[in-house]
C-alpha cells in the first residue's frame, strides 16, 4: 500500500513510519519539522520505499505532492500539539490545526485517496462525568488546542459525508516512548526520564493524585495500522489502556526503570489540570482487533533503555 503520513518527523509519526516500512509499504512523509526531528527518520532514510518532503501541511503545494504520490490512505498527525500554547495563542493554534487539517484533507480527496486516518486526543471530552471515558461519550472542549481538534474531526466526518473519503479517528490519551521530546508539556515519561537519567530534581504538581492513561507508542502506532483498512470506516476509537495511573506512582515506576531515587520535589497543582483521566479502548478492541498490549512498566523501561543510548 502507498501512503502519506503528516507529522511524519514526530514523536508518534515517526514510530508510525518505521512500522509501515519494516511491513513493506510506501511511505512518503510530509513535515515542516517545527517541533519534530529529521534525525527520527534517521532508520527510513535510504529506504527504497521512503520519501520525505519538508513542507507546511497549510501550503497549497501539498495539492500538487499529494496528487504526485497518489496515496491510497492518509495519516495526519501534524499539529500544533500543546493545550497551553493553544491557550496563550488560539490563532496560531486554528491556524496550524483547522486549516492544516482542511488542506490535508482537500489534498488526500482530490488525489483520490480512500481513507484518512486523524490523530485526536482526550482533551476532546473535557472534564469527563465518567472514566474511564467510554467511546460515545459527550464531548466537550474546553480548550483551543481540544476545539481545533475537534474541528477536525468534524472536517472528517464532513470529508466523507460530501465526497466518500473513508476515515477514522484514533483518540489518543497520554502516549509515552522512545523519541518523545522532554521539551513539551505533554510528555511527562519522557520528562521524569530525563531528569532522572540526568540527577536533576523533578516536580510532581498537587499531591500526587492526578491520574493519566498512559499508552505505550508501539500500540498506538499498532491502532494506526489496524484502521488502514476497511475496518473502522467513518467510526472513532480511544486508544487508551482504560488504567489509571497516579502521577506519584508514575515516578516511582520511572525511578524504578531508571534505577534513580523516588524523591519528587511536590508543588502546588497547576490551575486548570484534570484530576483523572483514562479512557475506555473497548470499541478499539470490538472494531478493530486493536489491544494495548504493553504494560507500563515494560514500556517504560524501553523508553529508558532509549533515552539512555542517545
Ligand atoms: N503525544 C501524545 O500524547 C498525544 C496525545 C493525543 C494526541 N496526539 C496527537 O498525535 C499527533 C502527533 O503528536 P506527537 O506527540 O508525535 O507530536 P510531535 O510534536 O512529536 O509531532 C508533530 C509533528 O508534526 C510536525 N508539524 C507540526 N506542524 C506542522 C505543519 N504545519 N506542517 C507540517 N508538519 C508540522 C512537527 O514538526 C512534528 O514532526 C498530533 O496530532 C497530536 O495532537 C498526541
Given at each position: 500500500m502507498r501512503l502519506l503520513v503528516t507529522g511524519g518527523a514526530g514523536f508518534i509519526g515517526s514510530s508510525l513510519v518505521d512500522r509501515l516500512l519494516a511491513d513493506g509499504h510506501e511511505v512518503a512523509v510530509v513535515d515542516d519539522l517545527s517541533s519534530g526531528d529529521r534525525a527520527n527518520l534517521d532508520g527510513a532514510d535510504g529506504h527504497p520505499l521512503f520519501r520525505f518532503y519538508e513542507l507546511d501541511v497549510r501550503d497549497l503545494a501539498l495539492r500538487g505532492l499529494m496528487a504526485e504520490w497518489?496515496?491510497?490512505?492518509?495519516c495526519h498527525l501534524a499539529a500544533q500539539i500543546s493545550v497551553r500554547a493553544?491557550?496563550?495563542?488560539p490563532v496560531h493554534d486554528a491556524r496550524l490545526n483547522v486549516e492544516g487539517t482542511v488542506n490535508v484533507l482537500e489534498a488526500a480527496r482530490a488525489a483520490g485517496a480512500r481513507k484518512a486516518l486523524y490523530a485526536s486526543s482526550v482533551a476532546v471530552y473535557g472534564r469527563p462525568a465518567v472514566i474511564p471515558v467510554p467511546g460515545d461519550a459527550a464531548t466537550d472542549a474546553r480548550s483551543p488546542y481540544a476545539a481545533s481538534k475537534l474541528s477536525g474531526e468534524v472536517y472528517l466526518s464532513m470529508?466523507?459525508?460530501l465526497?466518500?473519503?473513508?476515515?477514522?479517528?484514533l483518540v489518543l490519551s497520554n502516549v509515552y516512548g522512545p523519541r518523545q521530546s522532554p521539551t513539551g508539556e505533554a510528555g511527562?515519561?519522557?520528562?521524569?526520564t530525563d531528569a532522572l537519567l540526568r540527577g536533576s530534581p523533578t516536580v510532581v504538581y498537587g499531591d500526587g493524585s492526578q491520574t493519566r492513561d498512559y499508552i505505550f507508542v508501539d500500540d498506538v502506532v499498532d491502532g494506526f495500522v489496524r484502521a488502514c483498512g476497511e475496518r473502522g470506516n467513518g467510526r472513532r476509537f480511544n486508544l487508551g489502556t482504560g488504567v489509571q495511573t497516579t502521577d506519584r506512582e508514575l515516578h516511582s515506576l520511572v525511578a524504578l526503570a531508571a534505577g534513580a531515587p523516588d524523591e519528587p520535589r511536590f508543588e502546588p497543582a497547576r490551575l486548570g489540570d484534570l484530576p483523572a483521566m483514562a479512557v475506555d479502548?473497548?470499541?478499539a478492541i470490538d472494531g478493530l482487533g486493536w489491544h494495548p498490549r504493553t504494560d507500563l512498566l515494560t514500556g517504560l523501561k524501553t523508553t529508558v533503555e532509549w533515552a539512555r543510548s542517545r
Open positions: 497518489r496515496p491510497e490512505v492518509v493553544s491557550v496563550a495563542d470529508f466523507r459525508a465526497h466518500g473519503l473513508s476515515y477514522t479517528t511527562v515519561v519522557s520528562i521524569f479502548p473497548a470499541p
